[in-house]
Each structure stands twice: as structure tokens, then as C-alpha cells.
Nanobody, 116 residues
Framework: VQLQASGGGLVQAGGSLRLSCKASRTITSVFNSKSWEWYRQAPGNERELVATITYGGSTNYADSVKGRFTISRDNAKKTVYLQMNSLKPEDTAVYYC????????WGQGTQVTVSS
């Protein structure tokens, strides 16, 4: 499978971004059967889990983003989204998506930079 994250950029604190992650080279039924997660990694830090959406649509969030971020999925498009509102400088990181359990390839991620 190939994971392509996009939608990152430079935004001021308080702003919003919507990230997308498209899974290719996999069939729809495989995508649909999996839970999907967004992770982020800031320089010098370990990769951390941000949000999860199950195959049934249930969601879970890290405490640091709860109430600000929303994860969703479009099974027909084999795409997972992360709507990020009220962004803070500490949200600056490279964001990745992957399935649960994760595929070996993580893709290049998408850079999110929040200025104060």
C-alpha cells in the first residue's frame, strides 16, 4: 500500500488546516476493514498518536488535540482526513497516517507549521 498525506502548510496560531491521506495500491475492502490513525512527529521527538478512527467510525483523540481536531474517513475514496482547528505552535510537526496495525511504509507525511 502507498500512503500519500497532503494539506499541510504554514498557518498562524488559531488557524485551521485540513489534512488528507489517500491510500493507493490497495483495494477498497481492505481499506474499509481497517482502523486508521493520524500521527505526528516534531523535531527531536518521537512519533505520537494524534487520532484514531475505527472501521465502524468511532473516534479517539490524544488529550492535546481533543476538541480541536476531527478525524474522518471516506471509504469510497480510500481517504482519511484530519480537520485541525484552533491550531497552536505546539502542533507544529510532520503528520502521517497509517492503518492499525500499521503498514510498513509510512509515506513522507505532510509538514504543518504553526506560527505564534
Amino acid at each position: 500500500v502507498q500512503l500519500q498525506a497532503s494539506g499541510g502548510g504554514l498557518v498562524q496560531a488559531g488557524g485551521s488546516l485540513r489534512l488528507s491521506c489517500k491510500a493507493s495500491r490497495t483495494i477498497t475492502s481492505v481499506f474499509n476493514s481497517k482502523s486508521w490513525e493520524w500521527y505526528r512527529q516534531a523535531p527531536g521527538n518521537e512519533r505520537e498518536l494524534v487520532a484514531t478512527i475505527t472501521y465502524g467510525g468511532s473516534t479517539n483523540y490524544a488529550d492535546s488535540v481533543k476538541g480541536r481536531f476531527t478525524i474522518s474517513r471516506d471509504n469510497a475514496k480510500k481517504t482519511v482526513y484530519l480537520q485541525m482547528n484552533s491550531l497552536k505552535p505546539e502542533d507544529t510537526a510532520v503528520y502521517y497516517c497509517n492503518a492499525l496495525p500499521p503498514f510498513e511504509s509510512w509515506g513522507q507525511g505532510t509538514q504543518v507549521t504553526v506560527s505564534s
